[in-house]
């Protein structure tokens, strides 16, 4: 079976739900992972998201990390030093527990007249990861350190989160990632955005996830897969107020599109992240983020005539078929949220995964190894996703766009081989894209 998501950029396809709002997109960073960065690899990032016309960082900062206060003010000098690049800071009430507080108070207000700060309705945007068992602690905390508050209070969930609307300003969801052998479906994203009555939701977009992390007692995967196509064009038809991918550098549950940093990765990741470049997630991102933002509001799917024109594709794919090694006791799905334990490769699919950007109709020809090869039809200009199952063929991923006969453009990705590291298949993806 052949998919063919095409967004029809040239087509009038007024939005579901008509919202207004800064359609401002962020991306998640983690500071604990970023210790060892210096300033000029900040400003590198920074540099680097702002061609993927990214806003800003939202900084999941963790109350028992030494460091933050270091890292927080190397971010805003870089995000202040290269301009037009916003922060705000994400409370992970998760991981070394929860929040003093008055310490949230003090980090707010130490950074809330930065110029770097993201401010929404003149207040420094704040949000969180979890944290609902001190939700009370907010109106206390908004007397000393006024602010725009959207938590992610999935533990409550949306109806949950519904009881706090007078002291939340608008909520982001974590709920990014589809549950067993299926696509992500928008379901959890509208009832988010029933719940909070017309205060702004926060979409989270993300690429995959697979964590293999034993010391933290986490070793399971959810489906990636098309998921970066599916949720963009998900965007686009909801058009929520804000967007937040998941993430920029989380290497340790490999949805990371920002560049590997080694003394980044958490103890452990680097078996699955090393060799595994993800950056190219980026390469199509000002058309998805131009799209979502409607730049022309007769026809939020004309594309802004301010892009580089595009014949481009962007892939992705496991280098290892999920039957090729062992597991390693990674299950499909997280048992400990209550979820039903699967195999993953029931979960994941052996599958080459393809976007395109293209400027007029096309084939895609894609060619593992020496097998032959899969054509699939761009029919108009946009952007086109395909997917292409490996069928127990091997070798490196030759994809090819041509037209009128002739190539535009082409790429080769890495083999796709059944000798796995240790043993274990990588359930982490590769991603490229042609130039
Ligand atoms: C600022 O960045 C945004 C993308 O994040 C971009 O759309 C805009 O053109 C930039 N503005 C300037 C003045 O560089
Ligand atoms: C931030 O700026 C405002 C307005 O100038 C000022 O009243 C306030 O004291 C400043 N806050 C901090 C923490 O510097
Ligand atoms: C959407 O996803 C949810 C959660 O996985 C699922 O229960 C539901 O059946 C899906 N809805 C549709 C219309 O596919
Ligand atoms: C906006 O889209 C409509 C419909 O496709 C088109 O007729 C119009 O020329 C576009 N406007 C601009 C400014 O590009
Ligand atoms: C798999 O298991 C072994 C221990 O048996 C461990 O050393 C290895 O790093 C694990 N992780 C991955 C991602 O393969």
Request: hydrophobic share 40%; charged share 15%; aromatic share 12%.
């Amino acid at each position: 079976m052949l998919i063919n998501y095409l967004i029809p950029w040239l087509l009038v396809a007024p939005p579901v739900i008509a919202r207004t709002g800064p359609k401002a997109v962020f991306a998640h960073f983690i500071v604990g992972n970023a210790a060892a960065m210096t300033p000029e690899q900040w400003e590198s990032d920074i540099r680097e998201a702002q061609a993927a016309h990214i806003d800003g960082f939202a900084l999941n900062i963790a109350p028992q990390d030494s460091y933050t206060d270091d890292v927080l003010e190397k971010a805003y000098s870089a995000a202040e030093s290269v301009g037009n690049f916003s922060l705000f800071l994400s409370f992970d009430y998760g991981s070394g527990g929860p929040w003093p507080a008055d310490r949230v108070i003090s980090t707010i207000n130490a950074y809330r007249n930065r110029s770097a700060q993201y401010n929404y309705h003149g207040k420094p945007l704040v949000s969180t990861f979890i944290g609902s068992g001190n939700a009370d602690d907010w109106p206390y905390i908004k007397q000393f350190a006024d602010c725009f508050f959207m938590p992610s209070w999935s533990d409550l969930g949306p109806a949950g989160t519904r009881a706090y609307l007078d002291t939340i300003d608008g909520a982001f969801s974590w709920d990014a990632w589809p549950v067993g052998a299926q696509n992500k479906n928008v379901t959890s994203d509208r009832e988010w955005m029933h719940a909070l009555s017309g205060k702004p939701y926060m979409m989270p977009v993300s690429p995959w996830f697979y964590v293999n992390l034993p010391q933290w007692n986490k070793n399971w995967l959810w489906r990636g897969d098309d998921l970066w196509h599916l949720r963009w064009e998900q965007v686009m038809h909801l058009q929520p107020e804000f967007v937040q991918i998941i993430s920029w550098n989380d290497y340790g549950e490999a949805h990371y599109i920002g560049p590997i940093y080694d003394a980044g990765m958490p103890d452990g990741s680097s078996s699955y992240v090393a060799d595994h470049p993800h950056d190219a997630w980026r390469a199509l991102l000002p058309h998805y983020i131009a799209a979502y933002r409607g730049m022309n509001t007769t026809d939020p799917y004309q594309p802004s005539q301010q892009l580089p024109v595009a014949d481009k594709m962007v892939y992705w794919y496991r280098l290892n078929p999920s039957h090729a090694g062992s597991a390693n006791g990674t299950t499909g799905n997280n048992p400990a949220m209550g979820q039903e334990e699967m195999m993953p490769g029931q979960v994941a699919q052996d599958r080459v995964f393809v976007s395109a950007a293209v400027q007029a109709a096309s084939e895609i020809v894609v060619q593992i190894g020496s097998f032959p090869p899969t054509v699939l039809q761009a029919s108009g200009p946009g952007l086109n996703h395909f997917s292409v199952p490996f069928n127990g063929q091997t070798g490196p991923v030759r994809i090819v766009m041509m037209r009128n006969d002739g190539e535009v453009a082409a790429t080769v990705g890495p083999a796709i081989t059944e000798e796995c590291q240790d043993g274990n298949v990588n359930w982490n993806a590769y991603v490229g894209s042609s130039d």
